[in-house]
């Protein structure tokens, strides 16, 4: 930030080597979380954007604290992004695996894949073809703007999340 102000952070995401086991949550995992998003908010403020890149596995709270504390996440077509498999979604939900695979095919939200997380506005882009022209663009297209909720409703992802978070701007 000191040698290079405003100059656009580029976070890339694969979290497949992240196998965090209770020891390294004990250990402090959650101070480093904690002490990377301080940091990517100190960036914004200096009027850094940041933009993430998932280009293999984005996984559970990695990708919840890497890719979506972004300005924007984009990814590679062949990466792939889940937040909580099917069976550990039926355990923590208590419903049956069998009615959440259901569900899976017509709702990106229960459901893993790229292409799902840019349904629901969660990946802003994919990035095919000539990778220093998607970085290029996805920089100058860069905002401090938080579109998800509106880019997932506008691509039929996730239908209420922009309607409700607007209703909870205009009561406060």
């Given at each position: ?7 656009a ?63 924007a ?88 999340a ?11």
């Open positions: 930030m000191t040698s290079h102000p405003q100059r952070i580029l976070l890339l995401i694969d979290t497949q080597g992240q196998q965090l086991r209770r020891r390294d949550e004990l250990l402090g995992i959650n101070r480093a979380m904690a002490h990377l998003g301080m940091s990517i908010d100190l960036a914004r403020r200096r009027g850094h954007r940041v933009i993430g890149l998932v280009y293999d596995q984005a996984l559970s709270g990695g990708f919840l604290t890497s890719g979506l504390i972004a300005d996440c984009d990814a590679l077509p062949e990466a792939e992004i889940r937040v909580m498999r099917i069976p550990a979604m039926a355990r923590v939900t208590k419903l049956p695996e069998s009615m959440l695979l259901q569900l899976s095919r017509s709702n990106p939200v229960f459901a893993p894949g790229v292409e799902n997380y840019v349904a629901m506005g969660g990946v802003r882009r994919l990035w095919q073809g000539d990778l220093q022209a998607a970085l290029r663009e996805a920089l100058a297209q860069a905002s401090t703007d938080d579109v998800r909720a509106r880019d997932g409703a506008a691509r039929g992802g996730r239908r209420l922009a309607d409700v978070a607007q209703r909870v701007l205009d009561a406060a």
